[in-house]
């Protein structure tokens, strides 16, 4: 019998806000999930392990299942079948069929960061503050720029002179005249806070050490 640590049900809450299937492969130390366009890519440590591999289609389906019978009365777990799962809890049973991998994507290989371009510490009041901000200020985009020797980082418009738009600057690493532009959209992390680095091709990764958590965000292509 499997159960899911709090900490392994917010991995996978948040995993599914970037894809909502997921293929989990069986003892690994890893889970990974990627964006159906191929521009985000997870992996977190695995809290447990799981005993078998399995795809799910609707991981938000089976998180509600679960959820449902989770309290401590019913203290619920996962028995793993060969074509399906059976929740436990308490008197109650929910089964959950498994879908066929080839009908989802998942990540197939490791992202490799070449040529650093960009290093710096994300703290998390700032993440939270940045989201807010493009949220308040309607705006689209992450910019990370190099501002005399240190990292600016700007919410706003890329393609608008005239968007309203909030600026920080932190110190770290950057080449000069670099400037990299993100889709806020995609920056779908736990608020936690992270290791920034970014490559000459404009891919991030976000690590928070703490959590074994990766994120992997193609950045946007630059029309200035």
Do not use: W
């Amino acid at each position: 019998m499997t159960q899911l640590t709090q900490n392994c049900i917010k991995i996978l809450s948040n995993f599914s806000t970037i894809n909502n299937s997921i293929y989990i492969k069986a003892n690994s130390p890893v889970i990974s999930t990627i964006s159906d366009d191929k521009t985000i890519i997870a992996e977190a440590n695995s809290p447990i392990q799981f005993p078998i591999d399995f795809a799910l289609y609707d991981l938000k389906k089976f998180l509600s299942a679960y959820l449902l019978l989770d309290s401590p009365e019913e203290n619920p777990s996962i028995e793993f079948f060969e074509k399906s799962l059976v929740i436990t809890g308490g008197n109650k049973q929910i089964e959950f069929f498994y879908c066929s991998p080839q009908l989802i994507n998942y990540p197939k290989k490791s992202v490799v960061l070449n040529d650093i371009a960009a290093s710096f510490q994300l703290p998390k009041n700032e993440l939270i503050r940045l989201q807010k901000a493009a949220a308040i200020l309607g705006c689209e985009n992450i910019i990370i720029e190099e501002n005399d020797e240190e990292v600016k980082i700007s919410v706003k418009d890329q393609n608008n002179k005239t968007s309203d738009s909030l600026s920080v600057v932190f110190s770290g690493e950057i080449k000069p005249n670099s400037k990299f532009v993100f889709n806020i959209e995609k920056f779908k992390f736990i608020s936690e806070s992270y290791e920034v680095y970014i490559d000459s091709r404009g891919i991030g990764l976000f690590h928070n050490d703490s959590l074994g958590l990766k994120y992997y965000v193609q950045g946007e292509f630059n029309e200035e």
